[in-house]
C-alpha cells in the first residue's frame, strides 16, 4: 500500500488526493494538505451541482479531523467558490466536510457520539472543543442526517406533550411516535402556533395517515389536532387525569393542615404534613408505616379520607377493562359532584368536560407513558445543554439521543 493511500485511510476521508503531510510547529499539529479528486471538484458547496469557478475564495483553509495517535491533526486545502446558478456563488464542496464546517464528516459524528454516550467534560476535553462548537457540531449533524431518514414518515399514532427547560422559563413542544418510542419532533414554544408548525411540516397526507394522538388535555393541542387530523382520536393521557386528581388531594390536605395549625392542633398539623407521601403514593407501594399513617387518617380526618378515597378511585379507573372503566367512571362522577370538598367538584367538571378523551384512552387503551419517559429524558438533558447557545442544540441532543439519529463512531458500520 502506498503512503498516500495509508494517510486517506488512517484519515477516513474519500474522492480526495493526499499532497504532502507535515508537521506545524507554531499549532503543535499535524497538517496533511488534500485536494479533491477530479470528480469531486468545483461542485457547489449547498447542493453539489457541478458548477463553473468563480475564484480562488479566501485562499487555503484547515479543517480539524480527530486526532491521530496523541496529535492534533487538521486537512489544510485550499477553498475556492464556484458560481451555482441556483445558489449563486458559493464556497466550493469538499468531500471531506460539511459545507460551512470546521470539522471533518468523522470529527463531526465523533462528538456527536460522544455527546450521546458521554459527559460534557470528557467530549469537551477528549476533542478539544467548547460545549458551544459541541451544540453547534451536533446541530448540523441532526439536521444532515433528517435529511437522510424523515422522522415524519410513517406516523400513525403519536403523542403530544411539553416540557420545561431554562429553568422552567420557557418550553419546547414534543411529538413521540408511539409505536417506535422514539422523539420525532420538538421545537421551542407551546402554543397553537408551534403545534401548527409541526403539522405543517407533516403535510396533508401524512396528517390524515395519523390515527391516535395522545395528550395532556390542554385545549390548544385539541383545537389544532381536531383541525388538522381529520381521521385521528385524541385520548386524554390518563398519567395527567391522576395528577389532576393527585394535585385536588393535596389542595384538601394542606386546608386541612392550615386549619389544624390555626387552630393550635401542633401534632395534628405535623402529622397531616408527615401524610403527604403516604397519601400520594398509590396503595400498593405502601410501607407499613404509610399504611398506618393512613388508617390514622381514615380514623381521625373523614374529609381527607375522602379526598383520598377518590383519588385512588379515579386512578382505578384506567385499571379496568373498558365497559367496567366507564361505569365506575360515572360513579366517580356522581360521587365527586356531592363530595362537599371542592378541589374534586371542580375536578368533576373538569373530567366531565374531557369525557370524550378520556373514554378515548380507556377503549384505544394508550397512554402517554412513552410520551413521559421521553419528557423526563429530555428534562434531563436540559441540564447537560445548559451552555448551549440555541434551543435548537437542546433539540439536536434530544434527537440524537431520543430520536435514533447518533451516527456510528466513524470507521464502523
Ligand atoms: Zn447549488
Redesign the pocket.
Known sequence: MRSVRIWARLLGIKRAVIEDVSFDEESQALVVSVRPRKKAKRR?G??G?RCPLYDQGGGRRRWRVPDLGVTRCYLEADAPRVH?P??GVVVAQVPWARHGAGHSYAFDDMVAWLATHTSKSAVCQLMRITWRTVGNIITRVVAAAQQQRDPLDGLRRIGIDEVSYKRGHRYLTIVVDHDSGRLVWAAPGRDRKTLQRFFDLLGKERCAQITDVTADGADWIAEVVADRCPNATLSVDPFHVVSWATDALDQVRREVWNAARKSGQKARARELKGARFALWKNPEHLTKRQRATLAQIANTNRPLYRAYLLKEQLRQVFHLPPGQAMALLDRWLAWARRCRLKPFVDLAKTVKAHLAGIRAAVTRGLSNGRVESVNTKIRLLTRVAFGFRSPQALIALAMLDLGGFCPPLPGRT
Open positions: 457547489c449547498v447542493c451541482r451555482c441556483e445558489h
